[in-house]
């Protein structure tokens, strides 16, 4: 199959039809408008084999993971997601060796993309090992977006979801055992929060989403901020499994410091406290409070029992030595 089929075939219609597309796949460039009054934002991640998934993944849980990473970062702008495009690397033999594979990546990130109602407008298709990059398109009105900045002493540190999922799942795999299907599909089929994302936009002081774990990604807030924080570990959002796994261990790193969790952390004004539950209702998630941005710098967290907790390594990074 020539790279011009793989196109044709497989991505010259993948999520909705949309009005703001006046040319999407198969010319030089797609063209595309943005709404009067709004801004583009834009951003884009890539995966890549044995860095990012295990080679062997589901082809069709990797189609949904690379957009739900994507869409995870407009939603901690608090954009509507609107467009993608995608640069897919794959090894010169795949498309013939597994023939059913390139199909079952584009089921996963079509019935994402229809969900989110965003359209795959262009891309590129190489040969190489294999890496998928998406980039997503969003819209956010003018002055609206939520950055990192903005958290002030007294706010409230929220996150959404639960924290720590993903990351039990990764060490089961990685220890040859076989995770809790609900756990696995934490890991390998995240739900980007962008319902929350909108929710929170006006209401949130800062927000940024958790991809290389909590304590690292809040520190990002903090430092965008000038901001430090308290955090109160008794309070973090935990599933069964993972308070499990935390109770029999101590290990609050889980929860911390594991990535992939790709919820979001944000912060609210004290006095936004009793509208949370409604929020939470408009998010389609429950959203936790977890802290207090206070003056000064860096991250305290702060055992049940009241003793602090030192965390070692925050987060997930690429090129620490
Ligand atoms: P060019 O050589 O002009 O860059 P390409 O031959 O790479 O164009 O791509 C032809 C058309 O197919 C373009 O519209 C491009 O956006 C689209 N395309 C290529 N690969 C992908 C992909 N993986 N997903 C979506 N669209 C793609
Ligand atoms: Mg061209």
Same mark, same amino acid.
């Given at each position: 199959m020539s790279e011009f089929d793989l196109i044709r075939t497989h991505f010259a219609r993948l999520g909705p039809s949309r009005d703001d597309v006046t040319l999407g796949v198969g010319d030089d460039c797609a063209l595309l408008r943005v709404p009067a009054g709004c801004e583009l934002a834009v951003s884009i991640d890539t995966l890549v084999a044995g860095v990012h998934f295990l080679p062997e993944v589901n082809p069709e849980a990797l189609g949904h993971k690379a957009l739900a990473v994507s869409l995870s970062d407009l939603a901690a702008m608090g954009a509507e997601p609107a467009w993608a495009t995608l640069a897919l690397t794959l090894p010169a033999d795949l498309p013939s060796t597994r023939p059913d594979w390139v199909d079952a990546f584009c089921r996963g990130l079509d019935a994402l993309a229809l969900e989110q109602g965003v359209a795959l407008v262009g891309g590129d298709t190489t040969s190489g090992p294999l890496a998928v990059s998406i980039q997503v398109h969003g819209f956010v009105p003018q002055g609206q977006a939520v950055r990192r900045q903005g958290a002030g002493p007294g706010d409230l540190v929220c996150v959404s979801g639960t924290l720590g999922d993903a990351g039990l799942a990764l060490r089961a795999i990685l220890s040859g055992l076989e995770p809790p299907e609900g756990l696995r599909a934490r890991l390998e089929r995240p739900t980007p929060r962008v319902a929350a994302g909108l929710a929170l936009r006006g209401q949130a002081s800062a927000m940024i989403d958790c991809s290389d774990g909590l304590a690292a990604d809040l520190g990002h807030i903090l430092e965008a901020s000038g901001v430090g924080a308290d955090l109160s570990l008794a309070d973090l959002p935990l599933s069964p499994d993972v308070a499990r796994a935390v109770a029999a261990t101590g290990d609050w790193a889980l929860p911390l410091a594991?990535? /992939? /969790?790709y919820e979001l952390c944000f912060t609210l004004p004290a006095q936004s406290r009793g509208g949370l539950p409604e929020l939470a209702r408009t998010a389609g998630c429950p959203l936790a409070v977890i802290g207090r941005i206070r003056e000064g710098r860096g991250l305290r967290c702060w055992l049940p029992d009241g003793r602090e907790f030192h965390l070692g390594r925050t987060g997930y990074d690429h090129f620490a030595a």
């Open positions: 594991s990535g /992939d /969790d």
